[in-house]
């Protein structure tokens, strides 16, 4: 059996997860969890083939939850599965060290297929994704601007979308608050965007053109 830990702030999301699983063949939910901090004390205690997580979390945020599991325990897939526009945060997630990115608006059907393939060491991103990674780079768009933020500037512009200051950041990130401002600048020039305001609204209104 797959063993498999959730992990999301919402209730209703971990016992779904469980109940969707409890008679699989295959794959079985050993435990949910509720916040980013409380992942590491779980998979010291049990073993865990693949973690379902969502980005958005209380204490510590996904992707920077994913790159310390990763450094501890290499051999647990971690799945992104989240509401988040995947145009911007599957590449970046990828990038951090996640077996796949799901889109909560996926059927039960694509959670099933992404959690085989990543205990297989296979990597799950949706048909649209995979088209667009195999796109030919030539042709402008938003989602090719997105795809050279770094990992950690996508944390950031996460985080001043949900309205976070840079002290907060700093704090989140365990970075000091002067390369937050670095990040910020980064951001600034290449969203092409002179003011915070425009920066979250790129942040929150992202589409592929």
């Not at 995979?130 to 938003?142: A, E, F, Q, V």
Request: no cysteine; glycine share 4%; hydrophobic share 40%.
């Amino acid at each position: 059996m797959i063993k498999v830990l959730v992990v999301d702030s919402h209730p209703i999301i971990r016992t779904g997860l469980e109940l969707l699983f409890k008679e699989h063949n295959e794959i079985e939910v050993i435990g949910t969890v509720g916040s980013g901090v409380e992942i590491f004390e779980f998979v010291r205690r049990h073993q865990v083939d693949v973690i379902i997580s969502e980005i958005d979390l209380p204490e510590l945020n996904g992707i920077t939850a994913l790159r310390a599991i990763k450094k501890e325990h290499s051999s647990i897939n971690i799945i992104m599965f989240s509401y988040h526009p995947e145009e911007i945060y599957a590449i970046s997630t990828i990038k951090a060290g996640a077996s796949g990115y799901v889109s909560k608006t996926e059927s039960t059907e694509v959670i099933e297929k992404a959690i085989l393939l990543a205990h297989r060491g296979d990597l799950y991103l949706s048909e649209k994704m995979s088209k667009h990674l195999k796109y030919n780079d030539t042709k402008k768009s938003k989602s090719r601007i997105y795809k050279r933020l770094s990992t950690r500037e996508v944390e950031v512009l996460k985080l001043l979308s949900s309205g976070k200051k840079n002290k907060e950041i700093a704090l989140e990130l365990d970075i000091n608050e002067k390369t937050v401002s670095t990040y910020k600048a980064r951001l600034f020039k290449k969203l092409n965007v002179t003011n915070l305001i425009d920066l979250v609204n790129q942040g929150k209104h992202m589409e592929i053109t």
